[in-house]
């Protein structure tokens, strides 16, 4: 049976629509504010929401977000305020809502007691950024258990037996790391190729494409080759900028109508 996320994706594809992923930091700018932004952001247009649980080391994630995990520690958030959000979220939302975080908290929370604590809370799937392609069954009993998609990254380092793997592997979707490379000589852009190259290889699964992406412009751009993009970074941004629901909406309504172009 298909999760919300496979559904979501699904029907987008039916429907030959391209997905907007949005990327929250839990706990920013408040302890519980993803329980206002993610149904601002959903009437915005966003088709699925990440919500990262903030690491006093997140080694993979860049400095602006890495600034807005900082302020949520400081506001109190670990890994059950952020599944508390997402039980709050789920009694008046159907988004599929992926968790995006750190071995060591889940670790020190308990790996059974963190899926089924998450599952029941109502999370559709997991990214763990860190975890290699090689130890990636270390969780997989605990998410088929639970019935949340754990999902992969493929990078510009991946070769494209590597990729193949990680589709084989992956559940719910690919998450494609591009390269934001400026558009060189002969008008060819280095991560619209790269994108395209990946998308010959991943077949058994949709693929999003994220990091960079900061323009619906360049989303739309890179949507060309794949079935949706994340956005992340320029988000954080936005709501650091202004916490106004109206120009919030509108700004993520941009980048869902230039996916419809």
């Known amino acids: 049976m298909m999760g919300r996320i496979e559904q979501r994706l699904?029907?987008?594809?039916?429907?030959?629509?391209?997905?907007l992923a949005l990327f929250i930091t839990g706990g920013y700018p408040e302890l519980h504010s993803a329980v206002s932004l993610v149904p601002i952001l959903e009437e915005g247009g966003a088709d699925i929401v990440e919500i990262g649980m903030p690491f006093s080391?997140?080694?993979a994630d860049g400095p602006v977000i890495q600034a807005s995990s900082t302020v949520a520690l400081a506001n109190g958030a670990h890994l059950q305020s952020i599944l508390d959000d997402v039980a709050r979220i789920r009694a008046v939302s159907e988004i599929p809502i992926v968790l995006m975080g750190y071995l060591n908290?889940?670790?020190s929370f308990g790996t059974q007691d963190f899926f089924s604590a998450a599952a029941r809370a109502g999370a559709d799937g997991i990214i763990l950024p860190e975890l290699p392609l090689e130890e990636a069954g270390r969780f997989a009993f605990e998410c088929q258990t639970a019935r949340i998609s754990q999902i992969l990254l493929v990078t510009p380092t991946s070769t494209p037996e590597r990729i193949r793997k990680i589709d084989e592997t992956s559940r719910g979707f690919v998450y494609c790391v591009a390269t934001t490379g400026v558009t060189g000589s002969g008008g060819k852009d280095?991560?619209?190729e790269y994108v395209r190259n990946v998308r010959t290889i991943v077949r058994q699964n949709p693929l999003l494409v994220g990091f960079g992406i900061?323009?619906?412009e360049r989303a739309w751009e890179l949507s060309r080759d794949a079935d949706g993009v994340i956005i992340g970074s320029a988000l954080i941004r936005k709501i650091l900028e202004s916490a106004d629901a109206a120009g919030l909406r509108a700004w993520v309504r941009r980048f869902k109508n230039a996916l419809r172009e």
């Open 10 to 19: 699904a029907s987008l594809r039916s429907r030959k629509e391209k997905a």
């Open 105 to 107: 908290p889940i670790v």
């Open 214 to 216: 900061s323009s619906p």
């Open 190 to 192: 280095p991560a619209r």
């Open 57 to 59: 080391d997140p080694l």
